[in-house]
């Protein structure tokens, strides 16, 4: 049996992920232009398997993963994940409650669709609110095709109190309204709708700051509705700027931090691995803008400019991936501030002790298709896709958020 770190590096490489480096990950490969037209999703039935000996397992809470669900055996009992739709990049999201009517043990066997695979370390809760890691021992992947470990199993205890289990931390639409709600109370926060997703949800911005709009800031985090641990870099990134300290007002009167932390809330809310209600990934639609959710940020940014004649100088898209990586502009390309994003990585990364920041630019001097490159050609903004590892301790993440904008605060005095 392969331990769960033993099998990473053969998963990143049959995921299209490069790890030839035994110190540094290579990260993705060159992005792959795809049609960004809405196609076709398969939405899950919300329902409650009752699986047999008193026990149930439902998907009837907002950003459940769960397709299928069947007992094996006394001791057995199947759960099936399945995407959105396919192709679809490796980001196999699972979330879904179990209980049963008297206290026993048993096994989740995990099984995918024909190209998925399980890829995140389970976490548990009692109140879907606090999530931990599972014990280790009581986690295997036994089975593994071509590198890839097709099924997985969870030995957990259910009760007649609700475990719920899960990918990563549950974050969902209601998270992110709670927590924008919560930093509206400033009066230096003002709340911008400037769009609808498929499904009717509001597409909003945050705008933070006091100042005249000749320099902005740009931050968008959960393109992408499994990347949890990039939305609490986001989170502890903002609330640094947000503080009540003299360094943090003195730059919110110089600059405008304009945020839309939830990009893809209908993804999120129907627990997709990847793609939004329009079966699309929305970080390849930054030249095309068919989805909504692109479209509408960057009309937004464009008529922001456009009535004020001032200019973005500064973006970040927070993501997660296998592990912490910087995704950077061609550092033989200059934008409206040359050097910031080498500056800040360097700087914020020196504190804390030990961490060597493993930074990518890209080889191209051409525009893509991702956020990252529009904030860059399209606003000359010095911009960088910041990826967070899904196992990377949560102290480690708040530490690379909070580090990044107050060395980006003092870069920019």
């Known amino acids: 049996m392969k331990s769960f770190n033993s099998i990473l590096a053969a998963m990143l490489v049959l995921a299209g992920f490069s790890c030839k480096s035994t110190t540094k990950w290579e990260g993705q490969g ?27 397992f439902s998907n009837e809470f907002e950003g459940a993963r769960l397709n299928g669900a069947e007992k094996v055996n006394d001791t ?11 192709p679809i990049n490796p980001s196999p999201w699972y979330a879904f409650k179990v209980w049963s009517e008297r206290a026993q ?16 370390f389970p976490k548990i809760s009692n109140d879907g609110n606090q999530f931990s890691n599972v ?7 036994p089975k593994v095709q071509e590198g890839r470990p097709k099924e997985a199993y969870l030995k957990v205890t259910s009760s007649p109190d609700t475990l719920w289990i899960a ?3 549950l974050v969902g639409t209601v998270d992110a309204e709670t927590w924008k709600d919560k930093l509206a109370e400033q009066s230096f926060v003002e709340r911008i709708e400037i769009g609808k997703s498929t499904e009717g949800r509001k597409l909003e911005v945050l705008k933070i700051g006091e100042a005249d709009d000749r320099e902005m800031l740009m931050v968008i985090s959960m393109q992408h509705p499994p ?11 903002v609330e640094t700027i947000c503080e009540d300290s003299p360094e943090s007002r003195a730059f919110r009167k110089k600059y405008n931090l304009y945020l839309m932390p939830q990009m893809n809330p209908d993804g999120v809310a129907n ?12 970080n390849r639609d930054w030249v095309n803008f068919n989805q909504p959710e692109p479209k509408a940020l960057a009309a937004f940014m464009e008529k922001k400019v456009a009535d004020t004649g001032g200019e973005f100088v500064f973006a970040a898209d927070f993501h997660s991936t296998w592990e912490d990586i910087f995704y950077t502009i061609n550092e033989d390309l200059e934008g409206n501030m040359p050097g910031l994003i080498p500056k800040l990585i360097k700087r914020s990364s020196k504190r804390i002790p030990g961490y060597d920041p493993n930074i990518r630019p890209t080889e191209t001097n051409e525009r893509s298709v991702t956020s990252n490159s529009y904030f860059f050609f399209v606003h000359g903004a010095e911009s960088m896709t910041f990826e967070v590892g899904d196992n990377t301790p949560r102290d480690l993440i708040k530490q690379k958020g909070e580090y990044t904008a107050r060395e980006l605060m003092r870069l920019l005095k």
């Open 30 to 56: 060159p992005i792959q232009i795809i049609p960004t037209e809405s196609r076709a999703i398969e939405k899950q039935v919300k329902q409650t398997y009752f699986v047999g000996d008193q026990v149930y």
């Open 76 to 86: 057995l009992y199947r759960v099936l994940i399945l995407p959105e739709n396919e």
């Open 105 to 120: 043990t048993f096994w989740i066997e995990f099984t995918y669709s024909e190209n998925g695979f399980h890829r995140y």
């Open 135 to 141: 014990d280790s021992l009581n986690f295997m992947l």
């Open 167 to 169: 990918a990563q931390d």
């Open 227 to 237: 990347e949890v641990t990039g939305y609490l870099a986001m989170k502890s990134f």
């Open 271 to 282: 627990g997709h691995w990847r793609h939004n209600a329009g079966g699309i990934d929305t």
